[in-house]
């Protein structure tokens, strides 16, 4: 969840330029349809037609994120998980969001509705397991419904408490929560016109500005205040929302994040970022929350209903998702993970095949699935030639290059007799700065490597993500920066290949167009939008 800089002027006056008004057009009167139904829910939220995503040079730094000098993955800025309808809501969003934890380590809370009706908050920094370390935390927020989230940071905000969600908000028809998992792109504009109007913000998150929105929208009842405030929102955005009394789940029109839905035995209806934790709680997966559809679930009556944002746009889910981010025991835009990495690394030996090679190891852990697929296609032998130490801090914090290193060795260690006198494939997921795998070539070497051969299981990454994904500027992107030659030559393995786009594309057939990869392309689906000048109000 970052704030688009100054930096994006030039490219959005450029755009503005082109579009010629166009973007006046988003504006069209809202429209709502719902009915309540009990599940399985059906669909009632069309596709739409599906167009050609916008090209974009994007600015050296939109979302100017605190990158981990010594992780070379991109990384998920939000996990979501909600229950209505148990009695054991907050310990079973406690439970799904350490299932989640991956998906944002840096800080976590709970808001839970109690007996009286009135919504408690706790939220502190840290994993799950420590905000929620002292029992009496937890205790604290008993009721029937519960809403929560991981996250990871943006740049100055990194030990921030006040940045971590649900946010809590009252306002004059009540309390609101609010959880989100994604970027909103024209977030600037949208608060200097809210600031402008009088409204005061606590943080430095773009998910303040969706209560505000909502307080200030003149629709009534509330489904149609939320559905008149994500109209004006720009970007990715998946959301939770709870009240007194119901539970809203929100997808923007496109679908950037995922968001699912699913039901326990009991009745109680759960959403979450991943079905990884609807598993855990033992509730069902039904289905997604479908692009531009909002939810609502009545805890009084346990009614669902479901209705749809207007206009619809084309679906663009976030490729990444099913590259790294998920879990791969997840189901993710109704695909199965490790089904998606599996193909991804077969398609990769089928286009980069390594001719003599001895043995392919994956990258520990989400390279995985992704060798797996290369050793069955090539009819090599697979082994876990890495083995991941999880329990090792950041390694930038040591005092010097050689120390640093030397930690590295904690996160990774090879296994010799797996890779000695070996010519070894090493298959990761993506290769973002170049930093990781130019350690593991220098490991596997060290360990007796006769060659190094790396393979990759997505194409190069070129551009920076606008939609909740924390990724270096363009100018640290090593394939922005330099050719396929260079890069080899730079991590210092014997070859390297990547899965080019259109193999990508080819994976996924008449669904390729759903996915956003403009990582990838540089063809991003939404721009942000100029945050303009805004006259202040007269008394």
């Not at 479908?290 to 669902?304: F, N």
């Not at 009819?379 to 083995?387: A, D, T």
């Not at 904690?410 to 990761?428: E, F, N, T, W």
């Not at 993500?465 to 210092?492: A, F």
């Amino acid at each position: 969840m970052g704030m688009v800089t100054a930096a994006t002027s030039r490219l959005l006056l450029h755009h503005r330029a082109a579009a010629g008004g166009s973007s006046e057009r988003h504006h069209q009167q809202k429209k709502l349809r719902y009915s309540a139904s009990s599940f399985p829910l059906s669909l009632r939220c069309g596709s739409g037609r599906r167009a050609a995503a916008a090209g974009a040079i994007l600015p050296d730094r939109v979302t100017p994120f605190d990158y981990d000098a010594d992780d070379d993955h991109p990384r998920e800025e939000c996990g979501l998980l909600g229950v209505i309808g148990d009695p054991d809501a907050a310990s079973l969003c406690y439970l799904g969001l350490q299932k989640l934890q991956h998906r944002g380590e840096e800080g976590a809370g709970i808001v839970a509705v109690g007996g009286d009706g009135k919504l408690k908050s706790v939220t502190g920094l840290g994993l799950v397991a420590d905000v929620f370390g002292d029992p009496s935390r937890l205790a604290s927020l008993p009721g029937p419904a519960a809403i929560g989230h991981v996250r990871y940071s943006t740049a100055g905000a990194a030990a921030s408490l006040r940045n971590v969600q649900p946010f809590l908000s009252g306002y004059r028809f009540g309390q609101l929560a609010v959880a989100h998992n994604g970027n909103i792109v024209n977030y600037q504009a949208l608060r200097n016109k809210l600031e402008a109007r009088g409204s005061i913000f606590n943080t430095s998150s773009d998910t303040e500005v969706i209560p505000h929105l909502i307080a200030t929208s003149l629709s009534r009842p509330l489904l149609a205040r939320i559905c008149d405030a994500c109209e004006r929102l720009a970007g990715a955005y998946s959301l939770l929302l709870l009240t007194a009394d119901k539970l809203f789940a929100v997808r923007d029109p496109h679908g950037f994040r995922p968001l699912v839905l699913g039901r326990r035995r009991n009745g109680a209806v759960v959403f979450a970022s991943e079905t990884c934790a609807l598993d855990l709680i033992d509730a069902t997966y039904e289905r997604e929350v479908e692009p531009g559809e909002v939810l609502v679930v009545d805890r009084r009556d346990m009614s669902v209903s479901s209705a749809c944002l207007v206009p619809h746009r084309p679906r663009r889910a976030c490729v990444f998702e099913h590259i790294y981010f998920s879990l791969p025991n997840s189901v993710v835009f109704s695909h199965a993970v490790h089904e998606r990495r599996t193909a991804f690394g077969h398609a990769l030996a089928e286009e980069s095949p390594a001719p003599g090679a001895d043995v392919v190891i994956p990258v520990p852990d989400s390279g995985f699935y992704a060798a797996l697929g290369f050793a069955r296609a090539s009819g090599l032998e697979f082994q876990q030639g890495l083995i991941r130490w999880h329990y090792s801090g950041r390694s930038f914090i040591q005092p010097t290059q050689a120390i640093r290193d030397l930690a590295v060795k904690l996160k990774l260690a090879p296994v010799r007799g797996v890779i000695c006198d070996k010519s070894v494939v090493v298959v990761d997921d993506s290769l973002v700065r170049g930093t990781t795998s130019s350690k593991i070539v220098r490991l596997l070497r060290d360990a007796g490597a006769r060659e190094v051969h790396m393979r990759i299981a997505s194409p190069p990454v070129v551009a920076s993500c606008l939609y909740g994904i924390d990724t270096p500027s363009e100018g640290e992107l090593i394939s922005n920066r330099m050719d396929l030659e260079g890069v080899r030559r730079e991590i210092g393995s014997d070859s390297l290949a990547f899965l080019s786009l259109g193999k990508l594309h080819g994976i996924y057939g008449a669904e390729a167009g759903d996915y956003c990869d403009a990582c990838f392309s540089r063809k991003y689906p939404v721009l942000p939008t100029l945050a303009e000048p805004v006259a202040e109000l007269e008394e």
